[in-house]
């Protein structure tokens, strides 16, 4: 049977790092992420960390804390029926149960978990849409707040830990996907 994997964890944690290993094993990639960015795109916004939070809440508010897996499930449905896919980016308890519900026993939550100080440091230094700490710690108190993103995290099926290099992340990715054969 074809399985989603669907990564979760804090900004900066190592989320694309982790999904870009399961794409070069021939995954299928769900971005979740990219409903806000595509929204951002057809309203002609600039992206902006306070525009993406507002999209995120927006659409929350109007389709239900389960937006995004509802938005994303024909399209889940679809590349699974082909291979295995990776989703990044689900954020909410409600998404992590919809798509349970949904995904017939195919869904398996991957957890990559760093501690702040590591993940500031990585946001402040990426080429894509840096944050700053001020910024990074009020993206993080959205998400807790207002986006029930602590239930996935606190479920998942497997966690690694990204206090180290990316080579360090990269292994550990490896090995848990060698464990999924």
């Known amino acids: 049977m074809n399985r989603v994997v669907a990564v979760v ?21 769900v971005y979740f992420g990219g409903v806000t960015l595509d929204t951002l795109k057809e309203r002609d916004m600039e992206i902006t960390p306070d525009n993406e939070r507002m999209i995120r809440e927006e659409l929350r508010e109007k389709y239900g804390q389960a937006a995004y897996a509802v938005k994303l499930l024909p399209k889940i449905k679809e590349l699974l029926l082909a291979g295995n896919v990776v989703a990044d ?35 402040e230094n990426r080429p894509v849409r840096p944050l700053s700490a001020g910024e990074a710690t009020g993206r993080d108190i959205a ?31 490896m090995e848990y996907i060698r464990s999924l054969d």
């Open 9 to 29: 964890g804090m900004c900066g944690s190592g989320k694309s790092v982790a999904t870009d290993l399961f794409v070069a094993n021939n995954w299928e990639k």
């Open 89 to 123: 980016g689900l954020y909410s308890w409600s998404e992590y149960k919809y798509l349970q519900e949904n995904l017939e026993g195919a869904l398996t939550i991957l957890c990559i978990i760093s501690d702040r100080k590591s993940r500031y440091g990585r946001l």
């Open 143 to 173: 998400e807790i707040e207002n986006l029930e993103k602590g239930g996935p995290i606190a479920i998942a099926d497997h966690y690694i830990v990204n206090n180290g290099t990316k080579e360090d992340l990269e292994r550990q990715v």
